[in-house]
């Protein structure tokens, strides 16, 4: 590949990282708190703070990732402002199961709440600021910015001036316990009143253990953390951004991983020459003190090598007493000798 066309495959995959960014960028304001009131979420606008403080109470908890059903095992079950609208086979379903006696504690997220309406009440409007809401005991609770406006048959737990925020009926042998606005349960304004200490007077009704309703703000399935990292992953704007930041890493990586030009040859192999073995072995055993066993070693070799083709022994003999026996002899001399004299004896041609 030339230089002209490197530059054109970088500026290429440079340019697709920079449309990438711009087609999943978050729309909207920037802000990427996740806006549903889940007891997975630990934004402001987020309920698990009611999800630790059941905990804290020592109630069995657990969250719901399947819709309602009738055949619910009985207990109390919160939905704070579901963030999508429960069909009219959900909300038969979960008025049976509050007739077979379920506890239902359900705080809306808007004057147009399905379950509210459903239940036989309807909301109004108290303004954006809201208005404070007390009980007779003394329970003071944030600001509520709806009320109820039709609630005939229902029993009021609090109000906010003169209209009820917080309402309660019996079905069948079950209760349902409606607030008219899910703001003051949020983990940003939890604190701010007492309304901890009606959750957990509403959480002792229950005859079983305490579910929050996740299957309505998305998280749905029976493995819980993956349907939830799914649904961030897929609707959310943090969730665009971590796959916006995971495809450019990938892309990166094979970016890294490119060969840019034609590959070089390898540098030519240089053959070690075979003196080095010798002289590396015979420094070893001069180093050790050992140089007659080697020189002994060495012309015994000889010896047996050349066999019964030497004519004379006296040859042989001769070159034991020059180099046998001595501590001050050269390996390497001695080594290259023996070489020689096989070669002559055996009429090979030593080339120089």
Known sequence: ?????????????????????????????????????????????????????????????????????????????????????????????????????????????????????????????????????????????AAFRRAFRDHEGFTTLLRAGEAPVVVSRAFGAGRVELWADALPLTNARLRDGDQALLVARSFALGPGEVRFDEYHHGFRGEGGPLPAALAFLGSEAGGRWVIQLAVAAFLLLLLEGHRFGAPRDPPPTTRRSPLEHVDAVSGAFQRAGARRTAARLILNGLERRLGARVGDAETVAELRRSWEGRDDVDLAALCAAADDFEKEMKGWTIER
């Open 1 to 141: 590949m030339n230089g002209r066309r490197d530059r054109i495959v970088l500026a290429g995959l440079l340019g697709g990282l920079l449309v990438l960014g711009l087609l999943l960028a978050p729309r909207g304001t920037g802000d990427l708190t996740d806006p549903r009131a889940s007891s997975y979420l630990s934004g402001p606008d987020g309920v698990r703070a009611l999800h630790l403080l059941a905990l804290e109470l020592d109630f069995s908890v657990r969250r719901q990732l399947s819709s309602w059903s009738e055949d619910d095992p009985p207990g109390l079950l919160l939905v704070v402002a579901p963030s999508e609208e429960p069909g009219p086979g959900a909300l038969d379903a979960l008025e049976a199961w509050v007739r077979g006696g379920g506890v239902l504690l359900h705080a809306a997220g808007s004057e147009e709440s399905p379950i509210a309406r459903h239940f036989g009440t309807t909301l109004e409007s108290l303004g954006e600021e809201g208005v404070e809401a007390t009980d007779p005991d003394g329970v003071r609770v």
